[in-house]
């Protein structure tokens, strides 16, 4: 199908980048995916308060001690996902707020140790479909590059018989090298990897240990 109809697109640059290496970031430091230091910077800050009277230092102390308590509970929390992905059945998704094409897509993906999503099931399809409609034409991890019509997932898995219902009617039609498969209304569209477009990364979420 022609993009000569896209969507208008939203360009915030770097903005994405910044989402997916500040959730990376923060779902690294000791696994959880929280900011301790923001807790002793609170602490800190109430502590400045000499020129208030004693027993509203004292109050403000001890509210500080509380919030220092929580945050720091907080930190020992196992999240699946960091704050700003989606998890949905064993797997973490992120949905991105800018447009790239479809390497540079795949390359942010793989940047935060993510790829771009591999559908599994049909329900799996079903959440990315309707989750990737209300935000616009995306990316997904399928694309037939290495021989035309035939179509693998960027895993090396084949696309198999069970899936090929997903694609719109008449797609996919290949209309001038179209190479790369996208999330488009109700189904998928093949268009060129060139366009940009949303995408989606996937990854396993994290086990949280039993106490």
């Not at 915030?12 to 900011?35: A, V």
């Not at 001690?65 to 996902?81: A, E, M, Q």
């Not at 996208?182 to 477009?197: A, H, I, L, P, S």
């Amino acid at each position: 199908m022609s993009d000569s109809k896209e969507m208008g697109k939203r360009q915030l640059g770097p903005l994405d980048e910044e989402l997916l290496t500040s959730s990376h970031t923060r779902h690294s430091i000791k696994g959880f995916g929280f900011q301790p230091n923001s807790g002793f910077s609170s602490f800190t800050g109430c502590l400045v308060h000499s020129q208030v009277p004693l027993a509203l230092q004292v109050l403000f102390l001890a509210v500080c001690s509380v919030l220092l308590v929580v945050i720091l509970v907080k930190d020992r929390l196992c999240r699946s996902c960091p704050w700003d992905w989606m998890h949905f059945q064993g797997s973490c998704y992120f949905f991105s707020v800018a447009q790239k094409s479809w390497n540079d897509s795949a390359t942010a993906c793989h940047n935060v140790g993510a790829q771009l999503v591999v559908i599994k099931s049909d329900e799996e399809q079903n959440f990315l479909q309707q989750t990737s409609k209300k935000r616009g034409y995306t990316w997904m991890g399928l694309i037939d590059m290495s021989k035309e019509s035939t179509w693998y997932w960027v895993d090396g898995s084949p696309l198999t018989l069970s899936f090929m219902k997903y694609w719109n009617k008449g797609e996919p039609n290949n209309l001038g090298e179209e190479d790369c498969a996208e999330f488009r209304d109700d189904g998928w569209n093949d268009t060129k990897c060139t366009n940009k477009k949303f995408w989606i990364c996937k990854k396993l979420s994290t086990s949280c240990p039993s106490k």
